[in-house]
């Protein structure tokens, strides 16, 4: 399998896995044991590089996480991430990344990894009420204490970014992207490539309309969280699924799936990007990571771009309470 490096000193899978579906979101989670058999196949089947954070569940994600990867956690790079605060019974109640939060979250997530130290350590959201230096500042502190190894921003513009960057170096920029939002391009890749910075696409299948399973007739159930995003809706995805054909289309060409095409585009894009496809079979991980070997050529990408390019996507990606916590300054 190759390898992809982010932030010029993390070496990673070219292509990860993002494990917020193992327990959330995205309908009935599976029995504990076998997410945790899963991840371990995982491993087995080249991935190294596992992205939780300990708001999912919140906490549960972590410790799947944590009993999966003991026994092989030398071989494996753990991303999680803190800046959500949480009331007296759990439940996520906004944003922090106050110093005493981001302390207390990374002594949890150690805990509930089974680990000594967090490879690569997510600020989740950024805090509009605590300055992205003293955020920065104390993520400095916990790798001088060996506590982290890396640092990374998730939904963060590029003022933040460089002003965050100054005070300690950043690895990865974890944000959307992929055929469907494409507004990195215009937002924050020139910033990440221009301070040597690694990019992190999240929902690169655009959570699941890539990889053409989702039809014009789909609904989603109760603990979908596609139920209640603006791009689901059934007018929205008979607009969307446009672009689904287009890319089936090409897909076919190539005797590729949809998704591996999609992921493959993204690869293309910049050495440096690497996405992190959410999945909870191992056939679409192996489906997945064939798409490292499938190799575009300049015609295949400008015809995908193309294709991206000519289709309206209709619907925001987030309900309103959730873009109102994506950082663009």
């Known amino acids: 399998m190759p390898t992809r490096t982010l932030g010029n000193t993390l070496t990673v899978s070219p292509i990860g896995l993002g494990c917020m579906g193992i327990s959330q979101s995205f309908g009935p989670s599976p029995e504990r044991p076998d997410m945790v058999s899963f991840l371990r196949q995982a491993v087995d089947h080249g991935i190294t590089f596992f992205d939780t954070a300990e708001v999912y569940g919140p906490f549960a994600n972590e410790e799947i996480v944590g009993e999966a990867l003991e026994p092989v956690r030398d071989q494996v790079v753990i991303a999680t991430k803190f800046g959500f605060a949480f009331d007296e019974s759990g439940h996520q109640s906004g944003v922090s990344s106050r110093s005493e939060n981001i302390r207390a979250a990374v002594d949890g997530s150690l805990r509930r990894l089974r680990t000594d130290v967090i490879d690569l350590l997510y600020q989740h959201r950024v805090d509009p009420d605590v300055p992205i230096e003293d955020v920065a500042g104390t993520v400095k502190?916990?790798?001088?204490?060996?506590?982290?190894?890396?640092?990374?921003?998730?939904?963060?513009?590029?003022?933040?970014?460089?002003?965050?960057?100054?005070?300690?170096?950043?690895?990865?920029?974890?944000?959307?992207?992929?055929?469907?939002?494409?507004?990195?391009?215009?937002?924050?890749?020139?910033?990440?490539?221009?301070?040597?910075?690694?990019?992190?696409?999240?929902?690169?299948?655009?959570?699941?309309?890539?990889?053409?399973?989702?039809?014009?007739?789909?609904?989603?159930?109760?603990?979908?969280?596609?139920?209640?995003?603006?791009?689901?809706?059934?007018?929205?995805?008979?607009?969307?699924?446009?672009?689904?054909?287009?890319?089936?289309?090409?897909?076919?060409?190539?005797?590729?799936?949809?998704?591996?095409?999609?992921?493959?585009?993204?690869?293309?894009?910049?050495?440096?990007?690497?996405?992190?496809?959410?999945?909870?079979?191992?056939?679409?991980?192996?489906?997945n990571l064939a798409a490292a070997e499938l190799d575009l050529?300049?015609?295949?990408?400008?015809?995908?771009?193309?294709?991206?390019?000519?289709?309206?996507?209709?619907?925001?990606?987030?309900?309103?309470?959730?873009?109102?916590?994506?950082?663009?300054?």
Do not use: C
Not at 299 to 324: C, F, H, K, N, W
């Open 141 to 287: 502190e916990l790798i001088t204490a060996g506590k982290v190894r890396h640092f990374g921003l998730s939904e963060a513009g590029p003022t933040t970014i460089r002003r965050a960057h100054a005070v300690q170096a950043v690895t990865a920029l974890q944000s959307e992207y992929s055929l469907f939002w494409r507004e990195p391009e215009q937002s924050v890749l020139e910033t990440v490539e221009e301070l040597g910075i690694g990019f992190v696409p999240f929902s690169p299948l655009g959570r699941g309309l890539l990889t053409g399973q989702v039809t014009r007739d789909s609904t989603f159930g109760a603990g979908d969280i596609r139920a209640t995003l603006p791009r689901f809706t059934p007018e929205a995805l008979a607009s969307n699924l446009e672009l689904v054909d287009k890319v089936t289309a090409i897909a076919a060409r190539l005797r590729a799936t949809p998704g591996q095409v999609a992921l493959a585009w993204l690869l293309a894009r910049k050495p440096w990007i690497v996405p992190i496809p959410g999945t909870r079979r191992l056939e679409r991980l192996d489906e």
């Open 297 to 329: 050529d300049q015609d295949d990408i400008d015809e995908l771009t193309e294709a991206s390019d000519s289709v309206d996507v209709q619907g925001d990606r987030y309900p309103a309470a959730m873009q109102a916590m994506v950082d663009r300054t």
